[in-house]
C-alpha cells in the first residue's frame, strides 16, 4: 500500500467520530484489502446541485458522519460568506426514515450552530416537501434535508434549498463544493445538541410547525376545489416512507372519507423489506397499493416515494384492472385541471425539455404559454420564481419522473399536495359522470395522442464521440420524416432546416432535439467520455373520429417503435 494511501487512512481514522465506519476501515486495514480502500479514498463524494447523494460506508467517497460534518461546514461558510444576515435567519434541517438520517441531521445541526447559525431542525422524521415548505415560512437562509427520496436502501443524501426556496443551481453548488474541500483540511467546529438548545441556537420543529404544513396545504387556493369527494375511493403507500401520517391528514381534511393505506408499508423504514426498490415508477413497487385498491374496488392507487416528493397513481379501468399512469400523463391532467380553475392572474405553468410537449399546447389553448427548462426541479422552479409577475403567478410545473409542484406554497415538487390535487380532479370528474380516462380522452381528441418514451443505447467502445458526431452531421430526416429544425443547447440555437438561426435563453447543456414534421421529436443527450447517449422520443397521433383511446394508443405504440428502429440505425456504428 502506498505511503499516500495510508496517510489517508490514518487521518481518516483520526477525525471519524463514528465508531462503526471507524471499525469497518480498520477491519479492511487488517484484511489487507488494498483495492476496495483505494476505492473508497479515490476522491470526494461529489457535490453538485442535487447536494450529495451516495452509498452509507467509511471514506471520503461514501455517505458517512465526517463527510456530513465536513459538507456541513462547507455550506456553512459558503452560506455566511454569500448571505450577509445567514446566522440570524438560520437554516431549516429535516430528514426522512432512513437509518442515519436523523444521527446526519443531528451533526448538521451541531456544525451549523457551532459556526453561529441558528438551526430551525424537525424534531422528528419530515416530507422533503415540509423543508422546502419551512424555508419560505421561516425566511431562512437555506434548507438541508437528509434523504435519498428513493434510492436503494445502502443510499443517503443531502439536498440543499437557496434562500429562494429552491434547490441550489450554477454557481452555488461550486462554490459550495470548493468550501466543502477547505473545510476537510481543516478542525471543523462542533456544538454538541443539549448545549447548542440551551444557548438558543437550535430550535426543535414540534407539532405545530407540522400542523402550519397541513393549514398551508387546505388554504391553498389551487386546492379548494371541494366537489364531491366523499365519492372519491382511493388506496395510498408511503413505500415504507414518512409521507402516511401526512398523506392522510390532508385527505381527511379535503373531505376524502375512503382512503385505505397499505399496512404494510405504512410506517418508516430504512430497509424497505417489501420492495426491491423503493421508487412507484418501478416494476412491482405499486403490487401492495393495487391489490389495496383491488380489495375496496377503488377508483385510484396511490404512492408517495418514501420522502414524499413523488406522486404516482394507477388508475381503475372498465374491467377492475389498474393502469399507473405516466408521469407525462398526470402532468398534463394537472396542466388542464388547473388552467380550468385558474384566476386570469395565476397562469404560469412550466416543464422540463425531456417531458412531454403537450402541456405548452394545453396552455395555448387556454390562451397562455408554458416555459420548458433544462431538466430537474431546480431548473423549474428557479426560472418559475424568475418568472413570476403579479399579472402571471405560477401555478403548476411538473417532470416526468413523477414530479410535481401544485400551486406556490413549496419551491419544489410535492408528493402530498398533488395526492390532493389529483383526489379533487378525480372528484370533479365523478361529480360531471366521468373518469380519468374520459378527460385524457378529451385533451388527446384536441390536441393529439402523445406517447413518450425513453431508451438507453449502448453503443461499442470504439464509437466515435455521438455528441460531436451528431453536431458535424445533423440529421434532415429521420425515418420518413423531415427534420424541421434542431436545438443545439451546447451552442444554445435553434437551426431551421431553411437555415435559419435562433438564439435559445437556457444554460447550455450537452443536449441536442429535433423536431420533426407530424409533431414527433427526439431528445439525445449524449456522453461525451462513455460509448451510450439516453434519447427521449415523442410521437403525435392526431384522434380520428371512430378512434378509441385504445385503437390510439396502439397505433402511436407502433410509429414509436418505428421511430426509435429509425433513429438508433441513423447512428454511427
Avoid at 36 to 43: D, I, M
Avoid at 376 to 389: D, E, P
Avoid at 509 to 527: E, F, K, M, N, Q
Wanted: hydrophobic share 40%.
Amino acid at each position: 500500500m502506498n505511503t499516500h494511501l495510508q496517510l489517508q487512512i490514518k487521518h481518516w481514522l483520526e477525525n471519524d467520530p463514528d465508531p462503526h465506519t471507524q471499525t469497518q476501515l480498520q477491519t479492511l486495514l487488517d484484511n489487507g484489502n488494498e483495492a476496495e480502500l483505494t476505492a473508497r479514498f479515490a476522491g470526494r463524494l461529489e457535490f453538485g446541485t442535487a447536494g450529495l447523494r451516495g452509498v452509507v460506508g467509511a471514506g471520503p467517497m461514501g455517505m458517512n458522519r465526517l463527510v456530513i460534518r465536513q459538507t456541513s461546514a462547507g455550506l456553512g461558510a459558503y452560506l455566511l460568506e454569500q448571505i450577509k444576515d445567514t446566522a440570524e435567519r438560520g437554516v431549516v434541517i429535516g430528514y426522512d426514515g432512513r437509518h442515519d438520517s436523523c444521527t446526519f441531521a443531528h451533526d448538521t445541526a451541531s456544525v451549523l450552530t457551532a459556526m453561529g447559525i441558528k438551526v430551525h431542525l424537525t424534531a422528528r422524521v419530515a416530507p422533503t416537501p415540509l423543508v422546502a415548505f419551512g424555508v419560505k415560512h421561516f425566511n431562512a437562509a437555506a434548507g438541508i434535508v437528509v434523504t435519498a427520496s428513493h434510492n436503494p436502501p445502502q443510499y443517503n443524501g443531502y439536498k440543499v434549498y437557496w434562500e429562494n426556496g429552491a434547490q441550489i443551481i450554477p454557481p452555488h453548488d461550486s462554490g459550495i463544493a470548493a468550501q466543502i474541500e477547505r473545510a476537510a483540511t481543516q478542525a471543523i467546529p462542533f456544538l454538541e445538541y443539549d448545549d447548542a438548545v440551551k444557548q438558543g441556537k437550535l430550535i426543535l420543529l414540534q407539532d405545530d410547525f407540522y400542523e402550519t404544513y397541513r393549514r398551508g396545504v387546505m388554504q391553498a387556493g389551487v386546492l379548494q376545489n371541494h366537489a364531491s369527494p366523499e365519492q372519491v375511493s382511493l388506496a395510498y403507500t408511503a413505500m415504507h416512507g414518512v409521507g402516511a401520517e401526512m398523506a392522510e391528514t390532508v385527505l381527511k381534511d379535503a373531505g376524502f372519507t375512503q382512503v385505505y393505506s397499505v399496512a404494510a408499508q405504512r410506517e418508516p423504514d430504512g430497509d424497505f423489506p417489501t420492495v426491491n426498490f423503493p421508487n412507484p415508477e418501478e416494476k412491482g413497487a405499486m403490487d401492495l397499493v393495487i391489490a389495496e385498491a383491488k380489495k375496496h374496488d377503488a377508483m385510484l392507487a396511490c404512492a408517495n416515494d418514501p420522502d414524499a416528493d413523488r406522486f404516482a397513481v394507477a388508475v381503475r379501468r372498465d374491467k377492475g384492472e389498474y393502469q399507473m399512469l405516466t408521469g407525462d400523463q398526470v402532468g398534463v391532467l394537472f396542466g388542464h385541471y388547473l388552467l380550468s380553475h385558474a384566476p386570469h392572474n395565476q397562469r404560469l405553468t412550466g416543464t422540463t425539455i425531456v417531458s412531454s410537449s403537450l402541456l405548452s399546447k394545453i396552455a395555448k389553448s387556454f390562451g397562455t404559454q408554458s416555459y420548458t427548462t433544462l431538466t430537474g426541479f431546480k431548473w423549474l422552479m428557479n426560472v418559475g420564481i424568475a418568472k413570476t409577475q403579479p399579472n402571471n403567478q405560477f401555478l403548476f410545473a411538473y417532470e416526468e419522473a413523477l414530479g410535481y409542484t401544485v400551486g406556490n406554497m413549496v419551491w419544489d415538487k410535492d408528493g402530498l399536495s398533488a395526492l390532493v390535487a389529483f383526489a379533487q380532479l378525480t372528484a370533479e370528474l365523478v361529480a360531471q359522470g366521468q373518469t380519468i380516462w374520459d378527460r385524457l380522452e378529451q385533451i388527446y381528441r384536441e390536441h393529439g395522442f402523445h406517447l413518450n418514451a425513453q431508451v438507453s443505447i449502448a453503443l461499442k467502445p470504439d464509437t466515435p464521440n455521438i455528441g460531436a458526431y451528431l453536431s458535424e452531421h445533423p440529421p434532415v430526416k429521420i425515418g420518413d420524416n423531415a427534420v424541421l429544425w434542431t436545438d443545439d443547447l451546447k451552442a444554445l440555437e435553434r437551426r431551421f432546416a431553411d437555415g435559419r438561426v435562433e438564439k435559445i435563453d437556457l444554460p447550455p447543456s450537452d443536449v441536442l432535439t429535433y423536431c420533426l414534421v407530424g409533431g414527433a421529436r427526439v431528445i439525445v443527450r449524449p456522453s461525451g467520455t462513455e460509448p451510450k447517449i439516453k434519447c427521449y422520443y415523442e410521437v403525435v397521433e392526431i384522434m380520428l373520429v371512430d378512434d378509441t383511446l385504445a385503437s390510439t394508443q396502439a397505433r402511436a405504440t407502433k410509429a414509436m417503435d418505428d421511430f426509435i428502429q429509425a433513429h438508433q440505425a441513423s447512428l454511427p456504428k
